[in-house]
Each structure stands twice: as C-alpha cells, then as structure tokens.
C-alpha cells in the first residue's frame, strides 16, 4: 500500500470520529461551535408530534397534583382562618334562676362582701322561694350603691337600727348548712348580676304580716315579703 493511499484512509478515520463525536456529545458540539463561530446554542426547540401533546400533558400534571401539593401561588392566595377562642364571661344566659345558682361555687374562701351579702339573705328570707332571696340580696347592694347608704355590704347590714338579726352592730356566724350555701349562690348571682333584678331600686322591704304603713312607691311583694323603694 503506497504512502498516499494510508494517508488518505487515516485521514477518513479521522473525519469520520470527529463527526461521530460531534454529533453525540451536546458539550462538546458547544464547545466546538460557539468560540469559532461566536454562534449563540440555539433554543431547544421539542418536536412537532411533542409540541402538539403539551397543554395535554401540563392539564394531566395539574389534575394529578391537585389532591396532593397545591402551587405556591394557590396556597398564598388561599386565607388562613384562625378559630376565634369563645369569650368566657360572667354575665351566661341561664334557663332559670334556679339553674344560676345551682351553677355558682361555693366552697372554699368567701370574700368578705359577698359574705354579708349572704348573711343578709340567710337571715332575712332563708325560707323564701330563691326570687325572694335575690330581692334581699338586691335590696343590700341597692343600699351600697345609692349613694343614701353606707357604700359596702358590710356596712348596710351593721347600720344601725336597720336589720334585726345584727346586735351590738356584729353581724351572726351562719351554720354551714344547706340554707346557708344556697344564700352564698344566691349572692353570686345578685353580685355578679347573673339574673335580672327582680325588684330594681328597691331600697326597702318588709315582712307581709306587720303594716308600718310606709308611704313609698311599692316595687313588688315576692314571697312573704313587700319592697319598696
């Protein structure tokens, strides 16, 4: 085989790896190109057949992941509703007056008012029906807040000459009995306003066998005991 001949099939060989590799390695098909020839890697641009099924395709990926990961912009837009924790007051809607003092607590440490206020009750209508003992207790915070009386509870009951249970102006120790704990419910619900007055200004009362012949706008008679303001 003469010189020219070897020549010309190593030059062949050549030609045709070169071509082999420039055609199947993007890289270096880039590489290649782009110093030579300052020729920016042209778009990728998918097949016609392909180009055709991509709204199909982009529809399928939403519907597939719609039950499972929403899009950033679905879950910005989407408001984030926090539970608003319910209001816990004092001032609750009972069906009766009977069911708001059955829900009163009272055991334990009494405060000082609200016991004068009980020892009122207890004292004065621990044998009416529970409207007649709001009334009581409502006659002594009444008093306190006129302005006309001593502006405690405790000071109401010790005034002199106004109630007949208090002597010497000491106020009684109740037993603790039953009677005695519905009179501390009693004056929770009169104090914490759980249930309507039901002898609003009233500032006077007494019992319906004795006629003081008091000439005062009546409110209401409750039980065996008539108010006035």
């Not at 099939?9 to 199947?24: N, P, Q, S």
């Not at 709204?55 to 039950?67: D, T, W």
């Not at 807040?145 to 000491?170: H, I």
């Not at 009684?172 to 419910?185: E, F, S, V, Y």
């Amino acid at each position: 085989m003469t010189f020219r001949v070897r020549a010309a099939i190593i030059a062949a060989v050549t030609f045709c790896a070169g071509a082999v590799a420039v055609g199947t390695t993007p890289g270096l098909a880039f590489e290649i190109r782009n110093p030579i020839l300052n020729d920016p890697e042209p778009e990728t641009v998918p097949p016609a057949d392909i180009a055709e099924k991509l709204p199909a395709l982009r529809a399928a990926l939403v519907a597939q992941g719609a039950g499972a990961t929403h899009s950033v912009e679905f879950a910005e837009s989407k408001p984030v509703v926090q539970p608003v924790p319910e209001e816990e007051a004092e001032d609750l809607d009972f069906a009766s007056l009977s069911d708001a003092v059955a829900a009163q607590e009272v055991t334990g440490a009494v405060d000082r008012e609200l016991r004068c206020v009980a020892i009122g009750v207890y004292y004065e209508s621990k044998g009416e029906p529970l409207s007649g003992q709001l009334a009581v207790a409502n006659v002594i915070l009444n008093r306190a807040a006129s302005g006309r009386y001593p502006s405690s509870a405790c000071a109401v009951l010790t005034q002199r000459s106004q109630f007949s249970f208090v002597r010497g102006g000491r106020l009684p120790t109740p037993p603790n009995n039953t009677a005695w704990r519905r009179a501390l419910a009693v004056a929770q619900v009169a104090e914490r306003n759980l249930w309507e007055n039901p002898v609003p200004r009233a500032l006077f009362f007494h019992a319906n066998y004795v006629s003081p012949n008091w000439r005062r706008p009546r409110v209401a008679t409750i039980g065996n005991h008539i108010f006035y303001r």
